[in-house]
Each structure stands twice: as structure tokens, then as C-alpha cells.
């Protein structure tokens, strides 16, 4: 109503084209009505960068410093939640997936003998032996949208000076990549589910049967969350997947170490592959956002940015703990990023890339 009224006045004010019709009508209008015409614009705005970020492609390459303005602008309109496309999304992974009964490896979904075929390599098979499977967790812990309110925290360098560490830590569930180190002010300190690289062990736990001292210090500061572990994507994962199973299990039994279901994975990946997500393996990240949207209530993203410099096009880190170096991802549009921003403006999940400000 509001909105036709102005714009048939601007019209009129076009119209005339006349410096005194134009004192005339901003004398009979009070400031709130100009106040209305900033917001029905800046609705007008909002709306159209929403739907074209909602049909965002992804880019081979892109204009840093336009894409920069538009997404800070859409980011400053009011976050619009849309219950149905999450349920609807749900619904698609449940189907498709199942994260609620299949994330995770268990005594449920796995037997005894059972043959596990390797996530990356369709030829590579492992045969699932008592001893492992009597330290399978019984069942999955998560069920569908049971998790209440879900914070994802990735490792970009975004996340320094942030601030939203307090609001990460008032979420119901939080997930977390890597070993990443956790610290009340940017990241909060609150972990629930932490994501093991196999290599990361690989490198830095070589003497973890002798000397478990340096691994259990590590893995302490997340209290009792559950440690996700990919042991069989790649050949090589296993090994170093299985000896974290068997030093940690006698020593933290409250911090269960679990596997990455490889047949939940290669579903989830054809199930992106399907929808054009081109990419030889989808991160971790990814998959655990993709398995939060099925089992938490509402998903919160923090740290996914795979620019070298953030909105206001200021350097930003790689990672936020550490020096190491930025992928070649740089300055091309990546894959995941892009859905990642769609199903931000569906309104299918909460993408924070800005600091959080303190109450
Ligand atoms: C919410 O999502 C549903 C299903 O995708 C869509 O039909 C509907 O238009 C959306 N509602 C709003 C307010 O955007
Ligand atoms: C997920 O798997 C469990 C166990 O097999 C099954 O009971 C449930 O119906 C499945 N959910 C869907 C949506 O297929
Ligand atoms: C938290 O981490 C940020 C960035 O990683 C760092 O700048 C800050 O000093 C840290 N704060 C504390 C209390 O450790
Ligand atoms: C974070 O804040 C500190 C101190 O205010 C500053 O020196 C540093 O450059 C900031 N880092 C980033 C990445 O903004
Ligand atoms: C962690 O688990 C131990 C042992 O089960 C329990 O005593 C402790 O209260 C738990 N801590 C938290 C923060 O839940």
C-alpha cells in the first residue's frame, strides 16, 4: 500500500519536474514518509540481492570488489528464516542420506564380517573384524532435527578479532574441524563434535601407542565431544583412524571416537554431484554441514570463507590459528561456498561472515 502510494508520487514529482511542486510535497509530507520511501527501497533492494543470491552459479572467475558490496549489503538485510525450505531440506537429505542412522559407523548399522567399501576408491574393501566392531558405538547418538541450534565453525581467518565467540558457545550443539584451538572471545569454547584429518595424526601423533601424553592433552580442552574421524575415505586413512580408536578408547572413554560411515558419504556425495556440485570430494566441512542441516533444528556457519580478503577487502589469514598459507582457491569462485550462500538466502541456514556484535 505504502509502496504504491509513493511511487505514484515520485512519478509525480518526476513529472512536474518543478522545485516548487517539490517543496510542496515535502511540506505536506512528514519525515516518517520519507523514512518509509529509504525502507520500501531498501526492501525492494533486499529482495532482489535475496534472489540472486539464491540463484548464485559458481564463477571461474569474479570481481572481488562488486561481489564484495553486494554480499556486505545483503548481509546487512534482516535475515529471512524460512522453516518450510529447512524441513524440505531435511526431508531431501533424510531421504537421500539418512545422517540420523548412517553418519556414523555402528554396531546397528554394521556387523560383524561386514564388507565396508572405501568412500573414495570403489575397489577397496575392508572387512569389519569382532575387535573393531566391539568398539563400535551402539547406536548413532543424533536423531533428526533433535539437536536444537547448530553452530558449524569452520577455520577461515575471518573469524579473528570476530567477537563471536559468546554467541558460537550459546548454541545448543557445537561442531568443529581439525583440532582447531578454541578460545572464549572469536570462536568460543564450547565442542561437541570435533573432525580428526587422518593426516594431522599421521604427522603429529607418530609415537601416540608410547607416548599417548601429547594426544590426550590435545583432545582435553574439548571435554567430552565425540571425535569424527574419516577412516575410510582414502587406503591410507584407516591405520592412523584405527590406533586413535584404540589408544584413546581405554583412556577418555567419555570422549567417543567415531568413523565417517563411507556409504553415508558416497550417498551424500551423489546426492550434491546431482544438484552440479563438481568437486572430487566434498570437505569436511561440507558433509557436516550437510549433516547438521538433517539433524540440528537450525544451522549456524562461522568461518567459511575461502577469500583472501574479507568484505571490506582487508588480507584475511587462512586459518584463524595458524600461518599456514591459502589454497588456490583464491580469487575463484569455490563450489561449496556458493551453495553455501544459497542456502543462506532460502533461509535454509545462517551464514555469519561478519564480526558478531557483543550485547
Ligand atoms: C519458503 O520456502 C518454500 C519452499 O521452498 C517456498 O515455496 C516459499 O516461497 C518460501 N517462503 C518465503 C517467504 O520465501
Ligand atoms: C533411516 O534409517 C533408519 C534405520 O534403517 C530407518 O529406520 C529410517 O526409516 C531411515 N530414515 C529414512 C528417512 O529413510
Ligand atoms: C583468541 O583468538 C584470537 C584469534 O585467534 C586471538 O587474536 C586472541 O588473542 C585470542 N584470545 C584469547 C583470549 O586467547
Ligand atoms: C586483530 O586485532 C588486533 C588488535 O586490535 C590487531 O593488531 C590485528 O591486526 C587484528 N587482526 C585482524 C586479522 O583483524
Ligand atoms: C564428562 O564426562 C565425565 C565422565 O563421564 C563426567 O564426569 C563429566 O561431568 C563430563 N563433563 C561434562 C562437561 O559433561
Same mark, same amino acid.
Given at each position: 500500500m505504502a509502496l504504491v502510494?509513493?511511487?505514484?508520487?515520485?512519478?509525480?514529482?518526476?513529472?512536474?519536474?518543478?522545485?516548487?511542486?517539490?517543496?510542496?510535497?515535502?511540506?505536506?509530507d512528514t519525515h516518517s514518509h520519507g523514512?518509509?520511501?529509504?525502507?520500501?527501497?531498501?526492501?525492494?533492494?533486499?529482495?532482489?540481492?535475496?534472489?540472486?543470491?539464491?540463484?548464485?552459479?559458481?564463477?571461474?572467475s569474479l570481481n572481488m570488489k562488486k561481489f564484495s558490496q553486494e554480499l556486505s549489503?545483503?548481509?546487512?538485510?534482516?535475515?529471512?528464516?524460512?522453516?518450510s525450505e529447512q524441513q524440505f531440506n531435511r526431508m531431501r537429505l533424510q531421504y537421500c542420506c539418512n545422517a540420523t542412522h548412517s553418519l556414523i559407523l555402528t554396531k546397528r548399522n554394521t556387523a560383524v564380517d561386514h564388507?565396508?567399501?572405501?568412500? #573414495?576408491?570403489? %575397489?577397496?574393501?575392508?572387512?569389519?573384524?569382532?575387535? !573393531?566392531?566391539?568398539?563400535?558405538?551402539?547406536?548413532?547418538?543424533? /536423531?533428526?532435527?533433535a539437536l536444537g541450534l547448530c553452530a558449524v565453525v569452520g577455520s577461515s581467518g575471518i573469524l579473528k578479532n570476530s567477537s563471536c565467540g559468546r554467541q558460537i558457545d550459546s548454541a545448543d550443539f557445537v561442531i568443529r574441524f581439525n583440532l582447531a584451538l578454541v578460545n572464549d572471545s572469536d570462536v568460543g569454547?564450547?565442542?561437541?563434535?570435533?573432525?580428526?584429518?587422518?593426516?594431522?595424526?599421521? #604427522?603429529?601423533? %607418530?609415537?601416540?601407542?608410547?607416548?599417548?601424553?601429547? !594426544?590426550?592433552?590435545?583432545?582435553?580442552?574439548?571435554?567430552?565431544? /565425540?571425535?569424527?574421524?574419516?577412516?575410510?575415505?582414502?587406503?591410507?586413512?584407516?591405520?592412523?583412524?584405527?590406533?586413535?580408536?584404540?589408544?584413546?578408547q581405554p583412556i577418555r572413554p567419555q570422549q567417543p571416537v567415531v568413523f565417517f560411515n563411507p556409504h553415508y558419504l558416497r550417498a551424500l556425495d551423489r546426492f550434491w554431484k546431482w544438484r552440479g556440485l563438481k568437486e572430487p570430494r566434498l570437505s569436511s566441512g561440507f558433509?557436516?554441514?550437510?549433516?547438521?542441516?538433517?539433524?540440528?533444528e537450525h544451522v549456524h556457519v562461522y568461518g567459511f570463507w575461502p577469500f583472501g580478503t574479507d568484505l571490506q577487502e582487508?588480507?584475511?589469514?587462512?586459518?584463524?590459528?595458524?600461518q599456514s598459507k591459502p589454497s588456490p582457491y583464491m580469487h575463484r569462485m569455490p563450489e561449496e561456498f556458493v551453495?553455501?550462500?544459497?542456502?543462506?538466502?532460502?533461509?535454509?541456514?545462517?551464514?555469519?561472515?561478519?564480526?558478531c556484535h557483543t550485547p
Amino acid at each position: 500500500m505504502a509502496l504504491v502510494q509513493w511511487v505514484f508520487r515520485l512519478l509525480v514529482v518526476l513529472i512536474v519536474s518543478q522545485s516548487v511542486c517539490v517543496m510542496f510535497f515535502y511540506t505536506l509530507d512528514t519525515h516518517s514518509h520519507g523514512d518509509a520511501l529509504t525502507d520500501s527501497l531498501q526492501l525492494l533492494r533486499c529482495a532482489r540481492l535475496r534472489r540472486r543470491f539464491s540463484v548464485l552459479t559458481p564463477a571461474k572467475s569474479l570481481n572481488m570488489k562488486k561481489f564484495s558490496q553486494e554480499l556486505s549489503d545483503f548481509l546487512n538485510c534482516p535475515y529471512k528464516q524460512n522453516t518450510s525450505e529447512q524441513q524440505f531440506n531435511r526431508m531431501r537429505l533424510q531421504y537421500c542420506c539418512n545422517a540420523t542412522h548412517s553418519l556414523i559407523l555402528t554396531k546397528r548399522n554394521t556387523a560383524v564380517d561386514h564388507i565396508i567399501t572405501y568412500e #573414495t576408491e570403489g %575397489k577397496r574393501t575392508y572387512r569389519v573384524k569382532a575387535d !573393531l566392531h566391539k568398539m563400535l558405538p551402539e547406536d548413532s547418538p543424533w /536423531s533428526a532435527g533433535a539437536l536444537g541450534l547448530c553452530a558449524v565453525v569452520g577455520s577461515s581467518g575471518i573469524l579473528k578479532n570476530s567477537s563471536c565467540g559468546r554467541q558460537i558457545d550459546s548454541a545448543d550443539f557445537v561442531i568443529r574441524f581439525n583440532l582447531a584451538l578454541v578460545n572464549d572471545s572469536d570462536v568460543g569454547l564450547k565442542t561437541d563434535l570435533m573432525n580428526i584429518n587422518p593426516s594431522q595424526i599421521l #604427522t603429529q601423533y %607418530k609415537t601416540m601407542e608410547q607416548d599417548p601424553g601429547p !594426544l590426550v592433552e590435545r583432545i582435553s580442552v574439548y571435554g567430552n565431544s /565425540s571425535l569424527i574421524i574419516p577412516a575410510f575415505a582414502y587406503g591410507f586413512c584407516t591405520s592412523p583412524s584405527l590406533r586413535v580408536l584404540r589408544v584413546l578408547q581405554p583412556i577418555r572413554p567419555q570422549q567417543p571416537v567415531v568413523f565417517f560411515n563411507p556409504h553415508y558419504l558416497r550417498a551424500l556425495d551423489r546426492f550434491w554431484k546431482w544438484r552440479g556440485l563438481k568437486e572430487p570430494r566434498l570437505s569436511s566441512g561440507f558433509i557436516l554441514i550437510s549433516a547438521a542441516l538433517e539433524m540440528c533444528e537450525h544451522v549456524h556457519v562461522y568461518g567459511f570463507w575461502p577469500f583472501g580478503t574479507d568484505l571490506q577487502e582487508n588480507p584475511v589469514p587462512y586459518h584463524y590459528y595458524d600461518q599456514s598459507k591459502p589454497s588456490p582457491y583464491m580469487h575463484r569462485m569455490p563450489e561449496e561456498f556458493v551453495r553455501l550462500l544459497q542456502l543462506h538466502s532460502q533461509g535454509a541456514l545462517t551464514l555469519h561472515l561478519q564480526p558478531c556484535h557483543t550485547p
